[in-house]
């Protein structure tokens, strides 16, 4: 899939960003060129520093520019073969502070790398989501719903292009900028801890397995498909006792625009899913994929009944010593 192409990573100084380009070069030894194309010129140039004596320096290329700039994003993509979209202003509650500055980013931003990539003739889009975007409740969240209609509308609107847009769709990354963990071990030592609600529970990836989960989405896209992994859910306390396990909490409450359980598939989009052994696909309501069709060329099995996968009914919960593990790890 990989061999001779050339592959731009939006947003890609950003944590996936880094992992997928060392992922694949350590994996596909004969891409052609990986691009960068962000807007923060430090995070690139300490980037350039990180593979300026690696043999893959020649292979790397770094843009500076905005996705809300839409020539700028036509001289990047001139013959890009695969964009990886992980580009959007991605905190809550700067986004709910500044409501226009995430719409022009996650959804204008989005719209002008869809049209960008149809013009130029890309092969294939995948575009990053995120949990908040099933039955979102803040604007971060519906920003990036309106960033997945967008992607898989593309295969709606290419007309004769050959591009095969598609979208991923997982929880929080263990350890990623912004996330809980870094913050609780910053206080592992206190005896006092603050948390928002006792029953709070989030689904966990890793960023590897976030890679290989896109890399897998790359090999199965047929046009149009969210792909969702399946996950194990944590409980915020036990994260927290995982790392201060002397400590006691107490508890604020939910803050605006947060949920006390995470959700990647609505029923109403359990309706159009189908389920595989490690992930579920939800097709496109407006594409002529019957369930049926589908299961016969690809695989998986259609659920019978309405569903909603959430991080609060999830069959596999992460234990304390499993969380220790992982935080040692990470």
């Not at 509650?93 to 226009?100: I, K, L, Q, R, T």
């Given at each position: 899939m990989f061999n001779n192409k050339t592959i731009l990573i939006t947003g890609g100084t950003g944590s996936?960003?880094?992992?997928f380009t060392s992922r694949a070069f350590k994996k596909f030894k004969k891409i052609k060129k990986i691009i960068i194309f962000s807007r923060d010129e430090l995070k690139q140039f300490e980037m350039s520093k990180y593979y300026e004596n690696s043999i893959h320096y020649n292979?790397?290329?770094?843009?500076?520019g905005d996705i809300r700039d839409k020539e700028r994003l036509d001289m990047a993509f001139k013959d890009v073969d695969i964009v990886l979209h992980a580009a959007a202003l991605k905190q809550v509650?700067?986004?709910?502070?500044?409501?226009?500055e995430t719409i022009k980013t996650n959804v204008f931003g989005t719209q002008n790398v869809v049209e960008t990539c149809i013009k130029n003739n890309?092969?294939?889009?995948?575009?990053?989501?995120?949990?908040?975007?099933?039955?979102?409740?803040?604007l971060y969240g519906a920003s990036k719903l309106c960033s997945d209609k967008i992607t898989v509308?593309?295969?709606?609107?290419?007309?004769?292009?050959?591009?095969?847009?598609?979208?991923?769709?997982?929880?929080?990354?263990?350890?990623?900028?912004?996330?809980i963990v870094p913050i609780?071990?910053?206080?592992?030592?206190?005896?006092?801890?603050?948390l928002t609600d006792k029953e709070m529970t989030r689904f966990n990836i890793s960023l590897n397995d976030a890679v290989d989960f896109v890399l897998m989405s790359l090999k199965k896209a047929k046009g149009g498909e969210i792909f969702v992994p399946k996950l194990p859910s944590y409980k915020l306390v036990e994260l927290a006792k995982s790392i201060s396990p002397n400590a006691k909490f107490r508890f604020t409450g939910v803050?605006?625009?947060?949920?006390?359980?995470?959700?990647m598939i609505s029923k109403t989009e359990s309706m159009s899913s189908i389920?595989?052994?490690?992930?579920?696909?939800?097709?496109?309501?407006?594409?002529?994929?019957?369930?049926?069709?589908?299961?016969?060329?690809?695989?998986?099995?259609?659920?019978?009944?309405?569903?909603?996968?959430?991080?609060?009914?999830?069959?596999?919960?992460l234990k304390i010593n499993e969380l220790k593990k992982l935080i040692k790890k990470f």
């Open positions: 996936f960003g880094k992992a292979k790397i290329r770094f843009f500076l509650p700067s986004s709910e502070y500044n409501p226009f890309v092969s294939k889009l995948l575009s990053l989501s995120t949990d908040k975007a099933s039955s979102p409740i803040n509308s593309a295969e709606n609107i290419k007309g004769k292009s050959k591009l095969i847009p598609c979208v991923v769709r997982y929880g929080n990354v263990m350890g990623s900028r912004g996330s609780l071990i910053k206080n592992k030592n206190k005896k006092l801890i603050y803050r605006p625009g947060e949920k006390i359980h995470e959700e389920e595989f052994k490690n992930y579920f696909v939800i097709l496109p309501s407006f594409k002529e994929y019957s369930l049926e069709d589908y299961i016969k060329k690809n695989g998986g099995k259609i659920n019978k009944n309405s569903f909603n996968y959430s991080s609060g009914n999830n069959k596999h919960f």
